[in-house]
């Protein structure tokens, strides 16, 4: 402690590290550091952005995928109700037990799938369009605002219509069942293209952000 106490080391520790030489190797030495610290940082921050890519493509991929899913399955149980109303009314081919055994399979189809579909929207789409999916409650309304709501309304009318071929019903009761079928059938078609067309929409405004 003396030693450092004394003046005459002070003045050489002073006149050190005032020389440039000094100077220079200290400055050398820090900004190595500096530069090994900011090589690590960016390094670390495009690690986590190709992450932040890549979870976000992923994502992006997903509610493609799903949405394309949902409109295949849609569409075979829409295309199937149609084939039913095209037979009872005698337009169509096949015969009607048949033809509603062929479209019940996308109906058991929609069913065992709809929770798992509506949890997927949430996750990778918009959790509004999960509510629009449907719910068993809005399958009770009579005015039904979601898709599986108006599934169901068009299934019911459209087997109205199956049952009234079946029982070889008069023909104005035949006329109404297949108008109110058929008006029920139009308005789900409408309804599964504004749902498709709001989630294609909700997954290129979130990408817009990202």
């Given at each position: 402690?003396?030693?450092?106490?004394?003046?005459?080391?002070?003045?050489?520790?002073?006149?050190?590290?005032?020389?440039?030489?000094?100077?220079?190797?200290?400055?050398?030495?820090?900004?190595?550091?500096?530069?090994?610290?900011?090589?690590?940082?960016?390094?670390?921050?495009?690690?986590?952005?190709?992450?932040?890519?890549?979870?976000f493509?992923?994502?992006?991929?997903?509610?493609?995928?799903?949405?394309?899913?949902?409109?295949?399955?849609?569409?075979?149980?829409?295309?199937?109700?149609?084939?039913?109303?095209?037979?009872?009314?005698?337009?169509?081919?096949g015969?009607?037990e048949?033809t509603?055994?062929?479209?019940?399979?996308?109906?058991?189809?929609?069913?065992?799938?709809?929770?798992?579909?509506?949890?997927?929207?949430?996750?990778?789409?918009?959790?509004?369009?999960?509510?629009?999916?449907?719910?068993?409650?809005?399958?009770?309304?009579?005015?039904?605002?979601?898709?599986?709501?108006?599934?169901f309304?068009?299934?019911?009318?459209?087997?109205?219509?199956?049952?009234?071929?079946?029982?070889?019903?008069?023909?104005?009761?035949?006329?109404?069942?297949?108008?109110?079928?058929?008006?029920?059938?139009n308005?789900?078609?409408?309804?599964?293209?504004?749902f498709?067309?709001?989630?294609?929409?909700?997954?290129?405004?979130?990408?817009?952000?990202?």
């Amino acid at each position: 402690m003396s030693l450092l106490a004394s003046k005459p080391f002070q003045k050489r520790f002073g006149r050190l590290f005032s020389h440039p030489i000094s100077l220079l190797a200290i400055a050398t030495v820090f900004a190595t550091l500096a530069g090994v610290w900011l090589t690590n940082y960016y390094q670390e921050q495009a690690w986590v952005r190709e992450k932040q890519f890549e979870t976000f493509r992923q994502g992006y991929r997903e509610a493609l995928e799903l949405v394309d899913e949902l409109s295949d399955i849609m569409s075979r149980r829409f295309f199937g109700l149609n084939r039913v109303m095209w037979v009872a009314k005698g337009t169509g081919t096949g015969t009607l037990e048949e033809t509603w055994a062929t479209y019940y399979e996308s109906v058991e189809e929609w069913n065992t799938k709809i929770m798992s579909y509506q949890g997927r929207l949430a996750r990778f789409v918009d959790p509004d369009m999960a509510e629009a999916l449907g719910s068993w409650e809005d399958a009770q309304a009579t005015d039904p605002r979601t898709i599986h709501g108006r599934f169901f309304q068009a299934h019911e009318r459209v087997r109205v219509l199956v049952d009234c071929a079946r029982n070889r019903c008069a023909g104005e009761t035949k006329a109404t069942a297949l108008q109110q079928a058929q008006q029920a059938v139009n308005g789900l078609g409408l309804a599964i293209q504004r749902f498709v067309e709001t989630c294609t929409a909700s997954i290129h405004e979130h990408a817009s952000w990202s």
